[in-house]
């Protein structure tokens, strides 16, 4: 038998090896680095349409991931999806104005919701344009002041919904029957 | 007649007896666990002839399943123009399914057939009946060690093989094939979840080695104590281990995997 000595440095060597495996998977292999920053905000956003989301897909904002999905249920009054998300606290200056879609990534990729910055309008200044051009006293009296950027519990109402492929050809063979028809009825109409 | 019912109950007994021996030694294994503190040499040296001797066959044959996914996986992916996939197909194959089964099932081959010959022959030549008349208790001496050991190095030798695996598809695919790196290693990133998928593949890997090591030393502790008893036994072993590995796997599968 192997003396003691060498054999423990071997399962030395070898416990070693097997955490550094442990270790290339968990970082080098999994999303571990994903999970790292778990302090954010969220948003939320209401959408016609919300299928082929999941929960922990991407948030985008020009190609970049801003954060994830953390929560989508169904809206019982308003009959809509109403999606969470999860931004990273990096990012705190998206404009108030932001409108959320939903993207398909590549042809049979997974969709993801893509943000657009929109307007960080100062509302303080748009009531003072307002009531110039209706020639009256500004009331800005208990209005949040200054630019307004997404934060914890804001909604954005800007949204367009996931595209069904059957509700795109639905639209474009209703779009082609009616314009065959419309056709057919200018054929017939020089005939009368 | 008779006679054909009464052996369908002879087996069915003896079954049932063995069953209920090996749950006994299993739990004679669990509570004689805390004796092998004062004495972690023990462990030590059958963590190496268990795990570290298991450790060429495990580095080279999850070097070539890696190898062979990345080959197999790049022939069918570049027909729909995703060969970037690559990395997700090798990484969560390996990680959820391969990595822990095959490694489980080259461990009974040669870790646990070679644990129930041991122990199967230390039976035969009276050596664990020696021990007994030393007032030495042969579970707590040499099988409770045994056991432990494969309980830890299970896990370690499937995580091992599946960042090997890994390492063989990236070199197939990217240096061979010539997928991009980038693609393979971020599409990997971003597809392969640290819970849902890697924490699952070492759980299966501990359940796997707990089963197989304990099939190894039950079978060579309950061994007939003949030449032939023993050969029978080390190839039960293998078999044993092999069927409860696959169906273990199922379920754990469906357990893990089925509402995703």
């Given at each position: 038998?192997?003396?003691?000595?060498?054999?423990?440095?071997?399962?030395?060597?070898?416990?070693?090896?097997?955490?550094?495996?442990?270790?290339?998977?968990?970082?080098?292999?999994?999303?571990?680095?994903?999970?790292?920053?778990?302090?954010?905000?969220?948003?939320?956003?209401?959408?016609?349409?919300?299928?082929?989301?999941?929960?922990?897909?991407?948030?985008?904002?020009?190609?970049?991931?801003?954060?994830?999905?953390?929560?989508?249920?169904?809206?019982?009054?308003?009959?809509?999806?109403?999606?969470?998300?999860?931004?990273?606290?990096?990012?705190?200056?998206?404009?108030?104005?932001?409108?959320?879609?939903?993207?398909?990534?590549?042809?049979?990729?997974?969709?993801?919701?893509?943000?657009?910055?929109?307007?960080?309008?100062?509302?303080?200044?748009?009531?003072?344009?307002?009531?110039?051009?209706?020639?009256?006293?500004?009331?800005?009296?208990?209005?949040?002041?200054?630019?307004?950027?997404?934060?914890?519990?804001?909604?954005?109402?800007?949204?367009?919904?996931?595209?069904?492929?059957?509700?795109?050809?639905?639209?474009?063979?209703?779009?082609?029957?009616?314009?065959?028809?419309?056709?057919?009825?200018?054929?017939?109409?020089?005939?009368? | 007649?008779?006679?054909?019912?009464?052996?369908?109950?002879?087996?069915?007994?003896?079954?049932?007896?063995?069953?209920?021996?090996?749950?006994?030694?299993?739990?004679?294994?669990?509570?004689?666990?805390?004796?092998?503190?004062?004495?972690?040499?023990?462990?030590?040296?059958?963590?190496?002839?268990?795990?570290?001797?298991?450790?060429?066959?495990?580095?080279?044959?999850?070097?070539?399943?890696?190898?062979?996914?990345?080959?197999?996986?790049?022939?069918?992916?570049?027909?729909?123009?995703?060969?970037?996939?690559?990395?997700?197909?090798?990484?969560?194959?390996?990680?959820?399914?391969?990595?822990?089964?095959?490694?489980?099932?080259?461990?009974?081959?040669?870790?646990?057939?070679?644990?129930?010959?041991?122990?199967?022959?230390?039976?035969?030549?009276?050596?664990?009946?020696?021990?007994?008349?030393?007032?030495?208790?042969?579970?707590?001496?040499?099988?409770?060690?045994?056991?432990?050991?494969?309980?830890?190095?299970?896990?370690?030798?499937?995580?091992?093989?599946s960042a090997v695996g890994v390492l063989g598809g990236y070199f197939v695919g990217?240096?061979?094939?010539g997928v991009d790196e980038g693609a393979y290693w971020s599409q990997m990133q971003?597809?392969?979840?640290?819970?849902?998928?890697?924490?699952?593949?070492?759980?299966?890997?501990?359940?796997?080695?707990?089963?197989v090591t304990w099939i190894a030393v039950f079978e060579g502790y309950d061994t007939?104590?003949?030449?032939?008893?023993?050969?029978?036994?080390?190839?039960?072993?293998?078999?044993?281990?092999?069927?409860?590995?696959?169906?273990?796997?199922?379920?754990?599968?469906?357990?893990?995997?089925?509402?995703?």
């Amino acid at each position: 038998m192997m003396s003691s000595r060498t054999a423990e440095i071997w399962v030395g060597i070898f416990v070693v090896a097997g955490f550094a495996a442990l270790f290339m998977l968990a970082m080098k292999v999994s999303n571990l680095s994903a999970y790292t920053d778990d302090n954010g905000y969220e948003v939320t956003a209401k959408f016609e349409d919300a299928s082929g989301l999941k929960v922990r897909s991407p948030v985008t904002m020009a190609g970049v991931t801003l954060g994830r999905v953390t929560k989508i249920k169904f809206d019982n009054n308003s009959f809509k999806a109403e999606v969470t998300m999860q931004l990273d606290s990096r990012y705190d200056k998206l404009p108030a104005g932001s409108s959320a879609n939903i993207y398909t990534a590549g042809l049979l990729g997974e969709k993801y919701v893509g943000l657009l910055p929109g307007s960080s309008g100062d509302p303080c200044e748009e009531e003072k344009l307002q009531a110039e051009l209706e020639a009256r006293e500004p009331n800005i009296k208990g209005m949040d002041c200054g630019k307004q950027y997404l934060k914890q519990g804001s909604s954005i109402q800007l949204t367009q919904g996931s595209l069904v492929l059957e509700k795109l050809i639905a639209q474009f063979v209703s779009k082609f029957m009616e314009g065959d028809s419309s056709k057919q009825d200018k054929k017939e109409a020089p005939a009368q | 007649m008779i006679e054909s019912i009464r052996s369908l109950g002879r087996s069915g007994l003896s079954f049932f007896q063995r069953l209920g021996r090996g749950h006994i030694l299993l739990l004679e294994m669990l509570r004689g666990m805390h004796s092998l503190l004062p004495r972690p040499g023990l462990l030590i040296q059958q963590i190496y002839s268990v795990g570290v001797l298991s450790l060429v066959i495990i580095v080279v044959s999850g070097l070539f399943v890696g190898m062979v996914l990345g080959l197999q996986g790049y022939n069918t992916l570049v027909d729909f123009g995703a060969e970037e996939s690559l990395g997700v197909v090798v990484a969560l194959s390996l990680v959820r399914e391969l990595g822990p089964v095959v490694s489980a099932l080259l461990f009974a081959g040669r870790a646990g057939s070679a644990l129930t010959a041991e122990i199967g022959l230390m039976k035969a030549t009276e050596q664990l009946s020696a021990m007994e008349m030393m007032a030495v208790d042969p579970v707590r001496r040499v099988l409770t060690p045994r056991f432990l050991a494969g309980f830890i190095s299970m896990p370690l030798l499937a995580a091992i093989f599946s960042a090997v695996g890994v390492l063989g598809g990236y070199f197939v695919g990217v240096g061979l094939l010539g997928v991009d790196e980038g693609a393979y290693w971020s599409q990997m990133q971003a597809k392969v979840d640290i819970y849902d998928d890697i924490q699952n593949g070492v759980i299966k890997s501990f359940v796997f080695g707990m089963v197989v090591t304990w099939i190894a030393v039950f079978e060579g502790y309950d061994t007939i104590p003949t030449s032939e008893g023993v050969s029978r036994a080390t190839t039960r072993t293998v078999v044993h281990s092999a069927l409860a590995v696959l169906g273990l796997d199922f379920i754990l599968t469906a357990l893990m995997f089925g509402d995703s």
